[in-house]
């Protein structure tokens, strides 16, 4: 395995709590729109194991052609040792990344494709529009629904709707709205539904989703293929 060390480039605030953190890219890393990577803090190696509370797991906003790695995250108030460290850090500072996979490529298969996702969820879709809107090959068109009780909606320069470029998005502040776009969003029986969020906010979309007669090969999370079949088939009630 090999562990990237590299350093904070620069801290954007996109929301109220909410930064991206633009890691510099280091020589010969590269990853797919999607892609997750392991992010980790100065010290998560220096014991005989690694210490898994300066580790996380974080969606790469960027593409690799921006030439930084973006890291979007919310660090409220009261948060974990991991943020409180994260939110601590400068322009400058090293951190590592390693384990880089994306189990969310944009699937070019001429059908439509809808990104469902909640809060900061959003940012694992940020490269696959920026993708789409590079080369739309073979997808029909792509539509985001992103709920977020607290109004932090992020990256609304591009999350705008772009009729022209088949690209359409929609933000929400409550339950009630997202469910009944998102059952709207079902009568297309052909299309993809790429999801992210927590793992209660998977497991009820993925309800609604089979509810309304989406087959499984039609819902794409970013878990790894045996996780993701556990997933599929758990018996949830919303
Ligand atoms: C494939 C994958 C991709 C992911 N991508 C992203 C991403 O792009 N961006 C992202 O932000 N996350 C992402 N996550 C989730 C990420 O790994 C973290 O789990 C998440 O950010 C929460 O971080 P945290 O555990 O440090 O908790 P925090 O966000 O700090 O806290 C989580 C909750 O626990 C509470 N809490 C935590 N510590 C305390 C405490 N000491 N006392 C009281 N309350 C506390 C907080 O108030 C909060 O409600 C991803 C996860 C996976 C599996």
Redesign the pocket.
């Known amino acids: 395995m090999q562990i990237y060390w590299t350093r904070i480039n620069r801290i954007i605030s996109e929301a109220r709590e909410i930064k991206t953190y633009m890691l510099d890219r280091p020589a010969g890393f590269t990853w797919e729109e999607g892609a997750?990577t392991h992010f980790a803090l100065e010290g998560f190696n220096a014991g005989e194991k690694p210490d898994r509370s300066l580790i996380?797991?974080?969606?790469i906003?960027t593409l690799p052609h921006e030439n930084l790695i973006g890291?979007?995250?919310?660090?409220?108030k009261?948060?974990?040792e991991?943020?409180t460290i994260l939110s601590s850090l400068k322009a400058g500072d090293e951190v590592a990344i390693f384990k880089t996979h994306s189990n969310v490529p944009l699937k070019r298969e001429d059908r439509n494709v809808y990104l469902l996702s909640s809060g900061?969820g959003l940012?694992?879709f940020r490269p696959l529009v920026l993708e789409y809107f590079e080369r739309a090959g073979n997808v029909n068109q792509v539509h985001s629904l992103n709920i977020d009780s607290s109004r932090d909606f992020i990256f609304t320069d591009i999350f705008g709707s772009a009729p022209d470029r088949q690209f359409t998005s929609q933000f929400v502040d409550n339950r009630k709205d997202y469910y009944e776009a998102m059952k709207k969003l079902t009568s297309d029986q052909n299309g993809l539904f790429y999801i992210v969020g927590s793992d209660e906010f998977l497991m009820h979309n993925i309800e609604v989703l089979r509810a309304a007669g989406i087959h499984p090969n039609q819902i794409m999370l970013?878990k790894h293929e045996t996780a993701m079949s556990e997933f599929l088939s758990r018996d949830v009630s919303i």
Not at 56 to 59: E, K, Q, V
Not at 71 to 76: A, E, Q, W
């Open positions: 997750h996380r797991h974080m969606s906003s890291i979007t995250t919310r660090v409220r009261q948060c974990s991991f943020k900061v940012a694992t970013d």
